[in-house]
């Protein structure tokens, strides 16, 4: 019997862009998942994991640098680093910027524990190795965009990224290395942009928006 050839799945699927979020979904769980899971076996909760692993990265922080950081209130930072402070992991001390301000400085242990939970979404990495270079490539160019994107509507905190760097000048040269940034004088490709860069200062609205439309263009 002949196979019947409707566009049964045409009909069915929904739009690709659809389909994709809900692969993200997915990824993000699996993402919580692990940081919940890891954060146990530390005895700590996920937001105390993710706030050492800032502190690792940027430093000593405020409460309100680290709700930037992390996409997180006040209260639940407050919440968190008291926490911290309990478990000898943090110290909190006067912030010489703000009066009224506390600095957040994680202790020798808080600083293993911290360079551990940096480690935490390393699983995903043997997902992503079953990617091709190519697929890697492309793949990375869209999550470039889309954090950027998502940036921009105030839903992912700002911070860390190239294509909102000020330091960064797109599209500057022909060749695999078109892009540079002028913080360490250096050539970047577009698989090098950075997504958690210490040294990032945020370009300003204009200039962002000047970033944006550079970055569209082809090279
Ligand atoms: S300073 Fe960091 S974020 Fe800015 S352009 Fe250079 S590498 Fe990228």
Redesign the pocket.
């Known amino acids: 019997m002949t196979a019947k050839r409707l566009p049964y799945f045409e009909e069915r699927s929904e739009p690709i862009a659809e389909r994709i979020a809900t692969g993200l979904h997915k990824l993000g769980l699996a993402m919580k998942q692990q940081a919940w899971l890891r954060a146990n076996e530390e005895g700590l909760s996920a937001t105390q994991g993710q706030i050492l692993a800032v502190l690792v990265m940027d430093g000593a922080l405020s409460g309100k640098e680290l709700g930037e950081r992390l996409g997180v209130t006040l209260p639940t930072i407050s919440d968190s680093v008291r926490a911290l402070v309990d478990k000898q992991l943090v110290t909190k001390s006067p912030d010489p910027r703000h009066p009224r301000a506390s600095l957040v400085k994680p202790t020798k242990k808080g600083r293993a524990l911290g360079a551990r939970a940096r480690a935490w979404p390393e699983f995903m990495a043997g997902a992503v190795a079953e990617l091709s270079p190519a697929e890697q490539s492309a793949f990375y160019a869209g999550v470039v965009k889309m954090i950027r994107a998502l940036q921009e509507q105030g839903l992912v905190p700002v911070s860390?990224?190239?294509v909102t760097?000020a330091?960064?000048r797109p599209h500057v040269r022909a060749g695999g290395s078109p892009h540079h940034?002028a913080?360490?004088d250096a050539p970047l490709a577009a698989a090098q942009l950075?997504l958690d860069?210490p040294?990032?200062?945020l370009a300003s609205d204009g200039a962002r928006q000047t970033l944006r439309e550079q970055l569209a263009q082809p090279g």
């Open positions: 860390g990224m190239c760097c330091y960064f940034c913080f360490v950075r860069c040294e990032h200062a």
